[in-house]
């Protein structure tokens, strides 16, 4: 069983930049597909970036170029870089992990964190 601990969040202005890391305890780490979701009030959980096993990467349109999602191994840590923030941004970021199935989409992911709120306002 894989436990996923967030930490990083908290309030940024606009503009301005945040990383997430989320810990991971359990085997195998690197072996699961990894990818980060965003929540806010009245919406779906969304997929903003995910990163495979094999090291292949994909965003969301919104955050592409702006977000950047790693994984340290050794570590058993995730990352989220989030650069050139903006208001919309604001929500709860859920880190995720799959040992099965496509880790941007809501319904592959066996394990998720707890969640950390990210705020961006001036």
């Known amino acids: 069983q894989l436990q996923l601990v967030e930490s990083g969040g908290g309030f940024v202005q606009p503009g301005g930049s945040l990383r997430l890391s989320c810990e991971a305890s359990?085997?195998?780490?690197?072996?699961?597909?990894i990818g980060w979701f965003r929540q806010v009030p009245g919406k779906e959980r969304e997929g903003l970036a995910c990163?495979?096993?094999?090291?292949?990467?994909n965003y969301l349109e919104s955050v592409k170029g702006r977000f950047t999602i790693s994984r340290n191994s050794v570590k058993n840590t995730m990352y989220l870089q989030m650069n050139d923030l903006n208001p919309e941004d604001t929500g709860i970021y859920y880190c995720?992990?799959?040992?099965?199935?496509?880790?941007?989409?809501?319904?592959?992911?066996?394990?998720w964190g707890q969640g950390i709120q990210v705020t961006v306002s001036s």
């Open positions: 995720a992990a799959t040992w099965v199935g496509y880790a941007c989409v809501y319904g592959d992911i066996q394990h």
């Open positions: 359990g085997p195998h780490f690197g072996l699961y597909a």
């Open positions: 990163l495979s096993s094999g090291g292949d990467e």
